[in-house]
């Protein structure tokens, strides 16, 4: 792994914006996946743009809006729109809402493809390095993962997938 850096910090530069609260609506893999598009927007242009994970949360149907979903299939959805809208333009509620065809199609980032990381963690480590990147934790349904502020999380693994963008390594 010569061409890995031991480490690597997304926050340090100014494209990287603070998390949203999604609350008790269960879309994180709405927010990460916008996340990870807004930071390699920025890394490509050097700009900050905050994109909206509330135009996923309502007219993505392939994923369950605030019942879960998959980055996986977000990515796709996103592919197949033509782009996703900017978070001004469809403004984050942390609910589920009808969508709104109008603004469905006003696009500000589109993407042509993504990459899946491998299972290692080496795989996951040359992929951050490069970009920040979704990731699924794997969670006890207590949401342990709730009361996290930083640091190394060591809370019980379990069956339920938590999507988070990683932003650093090392």
């Known amino acids: ?48 743009l905050q994109l909206s994970a509330q135009l996923l949360v309502d007219c993505d149907d392939t994923n369950r809006g605030c019942r879960g979903g998959s980055p996986r299939k977000a990515f796709k959805w996103i592919i197949k729109n033509g782009g996703i809208s900017k978070e001004e333009d469809y403004p984050f509620t942390a609910q589920q809402g009808e969508c709104n065809e109008s603004k469905k199609k006003n696009h500000a980032v589109s993407i042509s493809g993504y990459t899946a990381v491998g299972k290692t963690e080496a795989d996951l480590m040359k992929a951050v390095a490069a970009q920040p990147v979704v990731a699924g934790l794997a969670l006890e349904k207590d949401n342990a993962y709730m009361k996290y502020k930083g640091g190394i999380f060591e809370g019980p693994c379990g069956p339920y997938l938590h999507a988070v963008t990683v932003i650093g390594i090392g």
């Open 1 to 48: 792994m010569a061409d890995v850096p031991i480490a690597v910090d997304w926050r340090s530069h100014p494209f990287i914006l603070p998390p949203l609260d999604q609350r008790r609506c269960e879309c994180c893999w709405a927010l990460a996946t916008a996340a990870s598009i807004e930071g390699l927007y920025g890394i490509r242009t050097g700009l900050s």
